[in-house]
């Protein structure tokens, strides 16, 4: 039987309803097999197991046959296979537990695997975004954040701009079509922002609001 464990959700990705003037213009998430490579370095780590191995088949050749010697590097091929499932498998779980939404006024981010979280980033709070594409098609969109719009690495990893500690920087990782993505988010970035507001004034206490004008 089939379980959402996210069922409680009104909406896919996100923790409430929208409103009546807000629309999905996308909703997607990482690839599993990219975001492995990209957040948590499998490339790297699969590389460093395979120059081990031919280190051990350098040194025991020495004094063993060379048959013998490819036999003593098989154990760090296997460490090496094991540490590269391992990581495989996290990314896959997060993968399968983030849901990235692009709206007509926001960008949101359901992440994180045990401890779940929605971010909520309206067009307005987003300077500038990044984009960087793969031949694949596969790539990762960063937005840069204005404002006293202040996000926490740690809690926000891996979806983020590595190595943009102090001043993070949110991103959409590993998500297919990312050039198509990135499309969608400037129009909809330049219409919402484009809007006139129309301030709402009490004539008693001053502003009290904004709204769009329609």
């Not at 690839?31 to 191995?53: M, S």
Request: zero cysteines.
């Amino acid at each position: 039987m089939h379980h959402d464990d996210f069922k409680f959700e009104p909406v896919r990705g996100l923790p409430e309803a929208l409103p009546a003037d807000e629309h999905i213009i996308w909703q997607g998430a990482p690839n599993a097999l990219r975001l492995a490579k990209d957040a948590w370095g499998l490339n790297w780590i699969i590389g460093y197991f395979v120059l081990l191995a031919l280190w051990r088949v350098g040194v025991s050749s020495t004094f063993v046959s060379l048959t013998e010697a490819m036999g003593h590097g098989i154990p760090f091929l296997l460490g090496g296979a094991l540490a590269g499932l391992i990581i495989y498998g996290i990314a896959y779980v997060q993968a399968r537990s983030t849901v990235y939404t692009l709206t007509n006024k926001r960008v949101a981010m359901r992440i994180g695997a045990a401890l779940t979280m929605t971010l909520n980033l309206p067009y307005t709070s987003i300077g500038n975004a990044d984009l960087g594409v793969r031949k694949s098609g596969l790539g990762t969109l960063t937005f840069e954040l204005i404002g006293d719009t202040r996000l926490s690495y740690l809690m926000t990893w891996p979806h983020v701009r590595p190595w943009y500690i102090s001043r993070t920087q949110p991103a959409f990782r590993s998500i297919p079509n990312a050039a198509h993505v990135a499309q969608l988010f400037t129009e909809a970035a330049e219409t919402r922002v484009s809007t006139p507001q129309v301030a709402r004034i009490d004539p008693n206490h001053g502003t009290s609001g904004a709204v769009a004008a329609e």
